[in-house]
Antibody
């Protein structure tokens, strides 16, 4: 069974840091681009970042320069290092596999991990 | 960024009803459009990709159509398990992918 399991969420103060992890199983992790997508009550679903099979990375404008996506294929793991956190980064963070051949589509998604940025 | 606008934001329907949800893009996105279903406390699930292709394992009562800027998701006969929130997502402006605001389908 293809499965993604996120961890690492929690409560952090503004300006703080947090590292999210996503453990993949049931497929050849190194063959897929992997994304982070977040969901807030107010703004809905927001794409955050992607890392390609070759390690190329892209970020949304709202997190560029503060977040770093990485992967460790030997451990079938995806990461999101989040620095300089702001209240508006409060969200449920999902990792998702990109199964698109020409364009991007997400399947499956993990169950999500909640990040709360508050003093 | 390409803005995706869904309508309605919520609807009430009965079991067996035909339900149609609309998604409009702020510019042409060809058929680079996906639909997802999300139930409370769960992750989104891919239903339709490339505007009209049914994801494996998804019931045939779900159909997608459209191209350019206007797209629809239709549920031909609403079932109890279909009560959820539905999101569209464009993949034309990769990697700056964007989602619609969601349509919540509730029981009438």
């Amino acid at each position: 069974e293809v499965q993604l399991v996120e961890s690492g969420g929690g409560l952090v103060q503004p300006g703080g840091s947090l590292r999210l992890s996503c453990a993949a199983s049931g497929f050849t992790f190194s063959n897929y681009d992997m994304h982070w997508v977040r969901q807030t009550t107010g703004k809905g679903l927001e794409w955050v970042s992607v890392i390609g099979t070759a390690g190329d990375t892209y970020y949304s404008g709202s997190v560029k320069g503060r977040f770093t996506i990485s992967r460790e294929n030997a451990k079938n793991s995806l990461y999101l290092q989040m620095n300089s956190l702001r209240a508006e980064d409060t969200a449920v963070y999902f990792c998702a596999r990109d199964v698109g051949t020409v364009t991007n589509r997400f399947d499956p998604w993990g169950q999500g991990t909640l990040v709360t940025v508050s003093s | 960024d390409i803005q995706m606008t869904q309508s309605p934001s919520s609807l009430s329907a009965s079991i067996g009803d035909r339900v149609t949800i609309t998604c409009r893009a702020s510019q042409s996105i060809s058929t680079y459009l996906q639909w997802y279903q999300q139930k409370p406390g769960k992750a989104p699930k891919l239903l339709i990709y490339d505007a009209s292709s049914l994801q494996s394992g998804v019931p045939s009562r779900f159909t997608g159509s459209g191209s350019g800027t206007d797209f629809t998701l239709t549920i031909s006969s609403l079932q109890p398990e279909d009560f959820a929130t539905y999101y569209c997502q464009q993949s034309y402006s990769t990697p700056e992918l964007t989602f619609g605001g969601g349509t919540k389908v509730e029981i009438k």
